[in-house]
């Protein structure tokens, strides 16, 4: 997905997705820009710099352009034939209606809250909802001039600078980097200028301003001045708070059915199989690798200075099977500390969940017997794919194994 400079064409920023992008997208009251993708994911991006907000994971395609409502609820349909209501501030599902078919077109929202949406199915279909007032005043999409359905008369006049998404105070660790961002309508060509506690930041011209290894003498008020030929406004303060290096490991490792690109790996602290808002998570590259960092003095409970099974487990959800092309469909986890999650690795994960007290070591010794794996193998580090490519003898019986467990939970 792009994000282009309305005036100019040049490119604000980028965000790739699994596949590729059949629907429009949707822009929330606060500038968050939703989007639904074919690798089965509906996104929310942070509509100043193009970071990820959350991923929500459906059942197949996602064709649908998502609709918002008054209540902050965002509609969206699925190829999986299931109209799914999330929290478009967390990504969280609050409910789900299905089908008998693919849902490609948007959803309508009326007055009263009703939810209107076709199928493949043949059917339209007119839901109950929470959003009563209709859909969110929200800049993208819009019917001529506004929610109200008020039409455009005549031609607009030349118009000065309007900010529509403010710069957000953050606080960060110390040696981290930050971007600040907003987003202004008006006459184009709009000019940028952003200041520090007061004072122009020279060359420092954009609709983003990054500040790479913040340190502490970058703490303080910044706000930009965005101005046109009809005039100029200034944006409200955000507040940069910087903090001590918080103490974390780095977790480096490779998520592989095959190989999972654009898949979210998450630390799972509380064991409940979904990333919420403190789970620290991260992306896989697109051979599959990640690096995921967790703060020790939040997740390190035993502060021994690394992460523990009983502390935690990784997950692995969505993204595609860079094997196949097909979209991983279930779940994979692994042990804290594992540098691999893969279907052995979810069923190690399931021995040591059934017997309390074992140990990682000994839950190994039983997957590798019922499977006839090598014990010289570490289920929790040993990546056959790259073994196959040197050629180890061990790599042909991991993998059958690894295909027997995904043929029994698929």
Not at 127 to 143: D, H
Not at 154 to 172: F, H, K
Not at 298 to 325: R, S
């Amino acid at each position: 997905m792009y994000a282009l400079n309305g005036a100019t064409g040049q490119q604000r920023w980028v965000f790739a997705t699994g596949r590729y992008i059949w629907c429009g997208p949707t822009i929330g009251p606060d500038g968050t820009v939703y989007i639904g993708s074919h690798d089965y994911s509906v996104y929310a991006l942070n509509g100043a710099t193009g970071q990820r907000r959350w991923v929500f994971a459906t059942g197949s395609y996602v064709g649908s352009s998502p609709a918002i409502g008054v209540d902050g609820t965002l509609y969206v349909g699925s190829v999986d034939g299931k109209l799914y209501a999330l929290d478009s501030a967390s990504g969280q599902k609050r409910w789900e209606f299905a089908t008998g078919r693919d849902i490609s077109p948007s959803p309508a929202i009326a007055a009263d809250g009703t939810v209107y949406f076709g199928s493949h199915d043949h059917k339209v279909y007119a839901l109950y909802s929470s959003s009563v007032g209709g859909p969110a005043n929200s800049p993208w999409p819009m019917f001529h001039q506004n929610v109200r359905h008020a039409g455009r008369a005549g031609t607009a006049s030349p118009t000065a600078p309007v900010i529509t998404t403010q710069p957000a105070s953050q606080t960060v660790a110390v040696g981290t980097s930050v971007t600040f961002g907003v987003i202004a309508a008006g006459a184009a060509p709009l000019a940028y200028q952003w200041r520090f506690n007061g004072t122009g930041l020279p060359a420092t011209t954009n609709a983003n301003l990054t500040l790479t290894n913040a340190g502490l003498s970058d703490a303080g008020n910044y706000a930009v001045a965005v101005t046109n030929a009809s005039g100029s406004v200034t944006s409200a303060v955000a507040t940069l708070t910087l903090t001590s290096a918080i103490p974390s490991i780095t977790l480096t490792g490779v998520g592989h059915d095959g190989y999972v690109a654009n898949g979210t790996v998450f630390f799972d602290a509380n064991r409940n199989g979904q990333q919420d808002e403190d789970e620290p998570y991260t992306t896989t590259d697109d051979q599959g690798h990640f690096e995921l960092v967790v703060p020790l003095d939040q997740f390190d409970t035993n502060h021994n200075g690394q992460l523990d099974p009983e502390e935690g487990a990784l997950v692995l959800k969505g993204g595609l099977d860079i094997a196949t092309g097909q979209p991983l469909r279930t779940a994979l986890t692994a042990p804290a500390g594992a540098t691999v999650v893969s279907p052995l690795t979810t069923l190690l994960l399931e021995v040591l969940d059934q017997t309390p007290g074992l140990s990682v070591s000994n839950a190994q010794k039983r997957v590798q017997e019922a499977l006839g794996v090598s014990n010289r193998v570490d289920l929790t580090n040993y990546d056959p794919f790259a073994a196959a490519r040197t050629n180890d003898p061990m790599a042909v019986s991991v993998l059958r194994a690894a295909a027997q467990v995904q043929d029994t939970t698929v």
